[in-house]
């Protein structure tokens, strides 16, 4: 069973659009840790964020923040006011016990100017 | 600081031969992956090592495949009989002190398989 989802394959906006990137994500641990990671066109993969199981805070960080919602089961990135260089692809990923990362399939987001 | 290296960038085989990939993680990482990631697809788990032993090999993919770590550094993914759907970028990612759910991940290049 897929244990995280990117429902979004690709995604297209103009330059200086609002995004949102969704990540559903399946366990029975309740201690677990989330991540973004970005994956420029240079193939290169980019920690974004981690979040753990117990922190339902949002996060912002300059035109990125992240949403997470355990009853929802759902750890979203937007990016606001977004920028060419943003063109990427983004994945979310799922840390159980005792340490393997389980990755979504990624979602391709084009920023066109 | 010197981030976690691949090598070859690129290697082009021909179906049946053997490969060799590098992987030089960043210094004191003692935790170190592989990953497979085809075209356009997410990545797929090969295998974990921490220090040099690797607790968990569920994710070769055939009796093909094979890694090893030697001095808590350096890796190296070997492919025998390499197959055509084995053309991949096979990334190397290492972390602090593993295992731990919560330690970020810092990954390599890759190196580009393409098997003719």
């Known amino acids: 069973a897929q244990k995280v989802t990117q429902a979004q394959t690709e995604i297209s906006v103009v330059e200086k659009e609002d995004v949102t990137l969704d990540c559903v994500y399946e366990t029975r641990d309740t201690t677990y840790y989330l991540f973004w990671y970005k994956q420029p066109p240079s193939g290169e993969l980019v920690f974004l964020i981690r979040r753990n199981s117990f922190d339902e805070q949002n996060e912002i960080s300059g035109r990125y923040s992240w949403n997470f919602q355990k009853s929802t089961s759902s750890f979203n990135f937007t990016i606001t006011a977004s920028q060419v260089v943003d063109s990427a692809v983004y994945f979310c990923?799922?840390?159980?016990?005792?340490?393997?990362?389980?990755w979504g399939a990624g979602t391709k987001l084009i920023i066109k100017p | 600081g010197a981030g976690v290296s691949q090598s070859p960038s690129n290697k082009v085989t021909e179906k049946g031969k053997d490969v060799e990939l590098r992987c030089d993680p960043i210094s004191g990482h003692t935790a170190l992956y592989w990953y497979r990631q085809r075209l356009g697809q997410g990545l797929e788990f090969l295998i974990y090592f921490q220090g040099n032993s690797a607790p968990d090999k569920s994710g070769l993919p055939s009796d093909r495949f094979s890694a090893e770590r030697t001095g808590e550094s350096v890796s190296t993914l070997t492919i025998q009989r390499t197959q055509q759907e084995d053309s991949a970028v096979y990334l190397c990612a290492s972390s602090l002190e593993g295992p731990a759910l919560r330690n970020e991940q810092f990954f390599g290049p890759g190196t580009r398989l393409t098997v003719l």
């Open positions: 990923a799922l840390s159980e016990a005792p340490y393997q990362l389980i």
